[in-house]
């Protein structure tokens, strides 16, 4: 049996072309951040809870587009080299994390590491482009 495949199967697969997207840059970003001891997602989790505004785990996951037990697993990484701690506020879904003074400290070593991947895919992709595809993938998440 032969089956015909169209080649946009390949050519314009939206999930093929957004998961080397995301391999590719999640590449450029562990790659820099190795020395740190962190992967990309790792430092995300960092920034995103540096940068605060969430009020549980859950709405931490929402923000991130994780599934909570990924979260939980990347908190609990974090919480074992000392980079954040439970918030005395809440507890179970309602429990968030805060930054320790460590966490704050690696935050900062990571934010220029984090700068100069921006800054190179930047000037690989020229301004315009970065700008397309700013918008191109803040629309594909609205998608989900």
């Not at 997207?21 to 962190?38: E, F, I």
């Not at 697993?73 to 809440?90: E, F, K, M, S, Y």
Request: hydrophobic residues 40%.
């Amino acid at each position: 049996m032969t089956i015909t495949l169209p080649d946009a199967l390949i050519d314009e697969c939206l999930v093929l072309k957004s998961r080397r997207a995301a391999r590719a840059v999640t590449r450029r970003y562990n790659l820099l951040l190795k020395p740190h001891g962190l992967q990309s997602t790792q430092a995300s989790l960092l920034f995103c809870i540096c940068w605060g505004g969430f009020q549980s785990i859950s709405s931490l996951a929402r923000l991130m587009d994780l599934e909570r037990s990924a979260l939980t697993r990347n908190l609990a990484v974090l919480q074992r080299h000392g980079l954040i701690a439970p918030d005395q506020t809440g507890q179970g879904r309602t429990q968030v994390f805060s930054l320790t003074s460590q966490g704050e400290e690696k935050v900062q070593q990571i934010l220029p590491v984090w700068q100069q991947a921006q800054k190179e895919i930047l000037g690989e992709l020229g301004a315009e482009d970065w700008q397309d595809v700013q918008k191109a993938l803040s629309l594909i998440a609205t998608i989900g």
